[in-house]
């Protein structure tokens, strides 16, 4: 049984940091390109920021700078540093993981991240 689970969401005023954690069970986690996504409200979900098995990144143009997705492949977990936070971050922010197969598509249950003053 497939497993993402995320941690590390929160309330952070503007200019505040956060860590979110997603941790994988179920997959051979190497293989896998890992991503976090957001959806605020009344918005459409987006990529944030995406690693490939190989460690390639890529981000959304609103969050290059500021946030800084990595792995660790020994503890199956993806993380998104997210530095001077504004509060247009706010949303739920999910782990995707896509395997090599269009069936191998996972999502976790999401994170609730709050940027206010």
């Known amino acids: 049984q497939v497993q993402l689970v995320e941690s590390g969401g929160g309330s952070v005023q503007p200019g505040g940091s956060l860590r979110l954690s997603c941790v994988a069970s179920g997959i051979l986690f190497s293989f896998y390109d890992m991503g976090w996504y957001r959806q605020a409200p009344g918005k459409q979900r987006e990529l944030v920021a995406s690693?490939?098995?190989?460690?390639?990144?890529n981000y959304a143009d609103s969050v290059k700078g500021r946030f800084t997705i990595s792995k660790d492949n020994a503890k199956n977990t993806v993380y998104l540093e997210m530095n001077s936070l504004k509060p247009e971050d706010t949303a739920v922010y999910s782990c995707?993981?896509?395997?090599?197969?269009?069936?191998?598509?996972?999502w976790g249950q999401g994170t609730q991240v709050t940027v206010s003053s």
């Open positions: 995707n993981a896509d395997g090599p197969y269009s069936w191998n598509n996972y």
């Open positions: 690693i490939t098995g190989g460690g390639s990144r």
